[in-house]
């Protein structure tokens, strides 16, 4: 039952950054669960990669905003494995840029606030008898948070911020029993999460960058992963990970 030296769950694991992060963590020493909402066919896929390279993998489907849907999602990690050392939330909901002044509160501004802040309190307290003094969190915030903010995103950085808080609250109040935490806050990465923007600004964004480019997922997979595999003392740490976007 606990031949692994990691059992990790990473919420929005089926495309994107958590996808990448799933291969980079990949070993035959880890279990890995892929979290996904919508896109089973996707996740299933990497699991299936990720069981070909010798890895223990399983997708898992859960709303990470229903309380219900992830208090089954860590019943089925417990009677699996027994514990939970990572968890990476990861999910956000599709980014619908919108001018501040028409965003509506319940259309706009609650479905990522419920995905990004409402999925981490319902993973944290349905993972609790799961969570042991090694365990990590990683949450997945934004380098638009502490950096320029983009136009149209109120909706996106309002959850982000609010994620923010919860998140130091919970570490604050979790890290008696061992349990550490870290952040990590991306530039603009090439993910589905951008489509919105259109290919053309994309490009302009991508030029306007000191590196003349956008993130690669798997750039910030492994500044994740770095997160994961390091010291107890990066507890609390913001990793920015945006290429220099201020140089
Ligand atoms: N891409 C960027 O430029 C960028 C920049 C800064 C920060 N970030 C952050 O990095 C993280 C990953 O972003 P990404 O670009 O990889 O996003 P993405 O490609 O849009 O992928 C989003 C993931 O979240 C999942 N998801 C959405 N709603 C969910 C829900 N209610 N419950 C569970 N899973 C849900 C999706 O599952 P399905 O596939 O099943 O729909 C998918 O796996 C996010 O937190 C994002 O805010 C991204």
Redesign the pocket.
């Known amino acids: 039952m606990n031949q692994f030296t990691d059992v990790c769950l990473i ?9 990448a992060l799933a291969r980079h963590l990949a070993s035959s020493q880890r279990a890995i669960w892929v ?5 089973e066919a ?2 299933g896929q990497l699991c299936a990669d990720l069981l070909s390279q010798g890895c223990w993998a399983r997708e898992v489907r ?4 229903d309380r219900d849907a992830v208090r089954q999602m860590m019943t089925s990690i417990q009677a699996e494995h027994g514990r939970l050392d990572i968890l990476v939330h ?5 980014l619908a840029p919108k001018p501040f002044l028409k965003l509506d509160w319940s259309r706009d501004v609650m479905p990522p606030l419920e ?1 990004a802040c409402r ?1 981490l309190l319902n993973c944290l307290q349905e993972a609790e008898p799961l969570l042991g003094a090694r365990t990590r969190v990683v949450v ?5 948070l502490f950096h320029r903010p983009p136009v149209q995103m109120g909706a996106y950085l309002a959850a ?1 911020g609010a994620l923010w808080g919860i998140a130091r609250a919970a570490a604050k109040e979790m890290q008696r029993r061992g349990v550490t935490f870290a952040f990590v ?5 090439k ?4 489509g919105a923007y259109g290919d053309r600004a994309l490009e302009l964004f991508a030029q306007d960058h000191p590196l003349g480019r956008l ?1 690669e ?1 798997e750039e ?1 997979a492994a500044a994740i992963g770095a997160l994961i595999e390091g010291p107890e003392y990066l507890h609390g740490a913001n990793l920015l990970v945006n290429g220099g976007i201020d140089y």
């Open positions: 919420t929005g694991g089926s495309r994107g950054i958590g996808a979290n996904f909402v919508s896109r996707e996740a859960a709303n990470v905003a990861n999910a956000a909901a599709a995905v999925g997945l915030l934004t380098d638009a982000k806050s991306p530039g603009m990465t993910t589905e999460l951008l993130a997922p910030i």
